[in-house]
């Protein structure tokens, strides 16, 4: 299983600051995301930061039993 932590707003969008996935890919981890907390849509998830056991990484990554995968949104200011 993957675990899958939420910051920012999409953790307030969410509802949740973490929860359990089983998934290989990060495509399949979205879609999954997806349907278990449909508040959370793809396009929310492919917009944000990616980092797979604290290291940024590509969406072409593959995932492993037990990587903890963070998904941070871009934040503007001003």
């Known amino acids: 299983m993957i675990t899958v ?4 707003l999409l953790r307030l969008d969410a509802g949740v600051r973490e929860m359990t996935v089983a998934a290989s890919t990060v495509a399949e981890l979205f879609a999954q995301i997806s349907r278990q907390n449909p508040r959370i849509t793809k396009k929310d998830l492919e917009g944000c930061v990616l980092l797979i056991n604290g290291k940024v990484r590509s969406r072409r990554a593959k995932l492993a039993d ?3 995968v963070q998904l941070m949104p871009p934040v503007a200011g001003g």
């Open 5 to 8: 932590r939420f910051y920012g």
């Open 66 to 68: 037990g990587d903890v």
